[in-house]
């Protein structure tokens, strides 16, 4: 009776083995491992069930049952690792070719930046007044109503005011500089009364209707040249010398009487429609001219107002707003592109 059991016993174990043998090629997954391991080897498992009944067999035969189910147990636990070594290698291998990575592809160029069309302008401008001996003279971009505009002759109730609509600050006498001319006063007075020759750029405000041809900040480039013996001829030559290192060789220029307080006389100086030659075109109105810059022989007041004496010296000066000349130079119809901070625009434009 008693070998009836063992050889039973022994029977269930070999078919435990290959039951679960088989049963492992089918799992396919960590999970699938896991439930096998729980429904053969782990504690309500299948091997449990069958060492349970070991008890029911006499003595001595116990050790043959305990021996070959501890086998049967190491063989199952070594496929076991098996199996599972080979699905991580595999779930690996899947993960890597979902992923599809082809290492011998060339990298992905990056995208460089570039200088805005603002700052390239007025590079070039400072590289042309430099070369002529100018300095460049920082001021400034807050500024008190005195030097905005009493100094620049300017005294409060002046009509000409009205030429600059201002952003105040709610400190009186506080504004945003509405142009870069108060830069002249502080070059002047920093001089003074040593000849000065210096450009002055940056940031000025207009309290404005923004279109397409005004925006509320822009930049302008002012300069200004003081000393003994400066004339009309001085201040026609290095415009000349701008104008055609700016634009081209060869340009025809043209100056027209106008009024700003702080010179006299006073011109605003025009050249050559650079797209048309001065037939006439959309860009220059079909006048053949291009307004590229206001300028004039500083007025005695503000040379006064400066630290010189007007019977001794005379002086020149000039402002013009590189975004016209960028406007110009790249063909583009609508100042707002320039500060509204769309990458498109730059690379549309240099
Ligand atoms: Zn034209």
């Known amino acids: 009776m008693g070998n009836i059991v063992q050889q039973d016993l022994l029977q269930q174990l070999e078919q435990l083995r290959q039951e679960a043998e088989a049963a492992l090629t089918q799992a396919n997954s960590t999970e699938a491992t896991r439930t096998w391991h729980s429904e053969y080897l782990g504690r309500k498992g299948r091997l449990t069930g069958?060492?349970?009944n070991l008890g029911s067999l006499p003595g001595e035969e116990r050790p043959l049952v305990g021996k070959v189910a501890n086998e049967v147990k190491t063989e199952l636990e070594n496929a076991l690792q098996e199996r599972q070594t080979a699905i991580a290698q595999a779930e690996l291998e899947a993960a890597r070719s979902a992923e599809n990575i082809d290492v011998t592809l060339p990298g992905r160029p990056?995208?460089?930046?570039?200088?805005?069309?603002?700052?390239v302008t007025l590079r070039e401008i400072y590289a042309i007044f430099t070369a002529?001996?100018?300095q460049i003279f920082n001021s400034p971009e807050v500024e008190t109503d005195e030097y905005n505009f009493q100094l620049l002759n300017m005294p409060p109730g002046h009509p000409a005011r009205d030429m600059w609509d201002t952003f105040y600050t709610d400190s009186p006498d506080l504004l945003l500089r509405t142009h870069t001319s108060p830069g002249q006063i502080h070059a002047?007075?920093?001089y003074a009364p040593e000849p000065v020759r210096v450009i002055l750029p940056g940031k000025v405000y207009r309290y404005e209707q923004v279109t397409a041809r005004s925006e509320s900040m822009f930049y302008q480039v002012e300069g200004i040249a003081v000393g003994r013996n400066i004339t009309f001829s001085d201040l026609k030559g290095v415009l000349t010398n701008f104008a055609n290192q700016m634009y081209g060789e060869g340009r025809q220029m043209r100056f027209r009487k106008s009024y700003f307080p702080f010179t006299e006389p006073s011109?605003?100086?025009d050249i050559d429609c650079v797209l048309c030659g001065g037939k006439g075109c959309p860009i220059c109105k079909y006048t053949g001219?291009?307004?590229i810059l206001g300028a004039g022989m500083v007025h005695p007041v503000v040379l006064l107002h400066g630290g010189y004496d007007p019977v001794e010296f005379s002086g020149f000066a000039f402002g013009m707003g590189p975004e016209r000349i960028a406007l110009l130079k790249y063909g583009i119809d609508d100042i707002r592109y320039f500060y509204s901070n769309d990458v498109r625009f730059l690379e549309r434009v240099g």
Not at 110 to 119: A, C, S, V
């Open 188 to 190: 002047m007075l920093a």
């Open 132 to 134: 002529m001996g100018f």
């Open 289 to 291: 001219w291009l307004e």
């Open 110 to 119: 990056q995208t460089l930046g570039k200088l805005h069309p603002t700052t």
């Open 267 to 269: 011109v605003e100086v």
């Open 50 to 52: 069958i060492l349970r």
